[in-house]
């Protein structure tokens, strides 16, 4: 279930740690669980130390990972894509229609489980605006037109939550690799510069640098990777960015990790 929530850009853990138990502990209590991005918000001793006491497990998802940084992207332009057709002419107002937003995305089946989130989460569906705005005798004519416009632009946010989803699926669906790795096998690295302090890399660098030994799998699209002690760098990394790696026949083409390692990575 998803919930969509009004938040500043400039707020600490300490804020983030209130709204969340203000909008979503109050309602599901304290989560056994919680996946995160590695924003510098989450990774902080005091959001660290809080939900240790609370025996909840913080999960840090690996950079550039579909199932995890993506699903939140996809989620957040979804939303974008609701917003602006319930606000209209009026993108100021976009606060006022969040709940409407939220109503209309926890309404609508997801496409992995096939169900509703609030079907799952309440195991039936709440009165959906559609039941209810079709009233007998309804005596206010701006109520009607109001229940009708409603009901209108929730079928249109339907429709277009349907089409974004598909597109994204197949989009997705296009760069998967399947892929699998052993303990110690040998992988090279696909480079990302933001993974890197900002002018560490050279841009004729290798697009690939390793390689470098598997330590162990996390799941079928995750694996954390044996990287020097002076990379200061997530090691964990996704399958779209770990390639097999080949000995080349040519020495000339051989990748020295360790002046990678001197040139890509900053001290810890």
């Known amino acids: ?46 959001w660290r130390e809080l939900w240790k006491r609370f025996h909840t497990d913080l999960k840090l998802s690996s950079a550039y990972h579909p199932q995890t940084d993506g699903q939140t992207e996809v989620t957040n332009r979804t939303l974008a894509n609701m917003l602006r057709c319930l606000v209209q002419d009026h993108p100021k107002q976009w606060e006022e229609v969040l709940g409407q ?3 209309a995305f926890n309404s609508m089946p997801n496409r992995a489980t096939g169900m509703c989130p609030f079907s799952i989460v309440y195991t039936k569906m709440p009165n959906h605006i559609v039941d209810v705005a079709v009233l007998p005798k309804c005596r206010s004519s701006s109520a009607v037109q109001t229940a009708e416009q409603f009901v209108d632009v929730l079928k249109n946010v339907w429709e277009r939550l349907q089409d974004t989803n598909l597109k994204y699926k197949l989009a997705q669906d296009k760069h998967r690799r ?3 790795f052993q303990p110690g096998d040998l992988v090279m690295l696909r480079y990302r510069k933001d993974r890197f302090p900002t002018g560490s890399y050279p841009k004729l660098h290798p697009k690939k640098f390793g390689p470098f030994p598997v330590l162990r799998k996390i799941n079928d699209n995750a694996y954390v990777i044996d990287l020097p002690k002076d990379f200061s760098i997530s090691s964990t990394f996704n399958v779209a960015d770990i390639y097999p790696y080949h000995p080349p026949d040519n020495a000339d083409t051989l990748l020295n990790s360790s002046e990678m390692s001197s040139s890509g990575a900053g001290g810890n």
């Open 178 to 180: 399947a892929v699998e």
């Open 101 to 103: 937003a939220e109503f």
């Open 1 to 46: 279930m998803a919930h969509f929530i009004a938040c500043k850009k400039t707020f600490d853990a300490l804020h983030i740690a209130k709204l969340f138990f203000k909008e979503v502990v109050r309602l599901h209590g304290i989560p056994r669980s919680l996946t995160l991005d590695r924003d510098v918000k989450f990774i902080s001793h005091f």
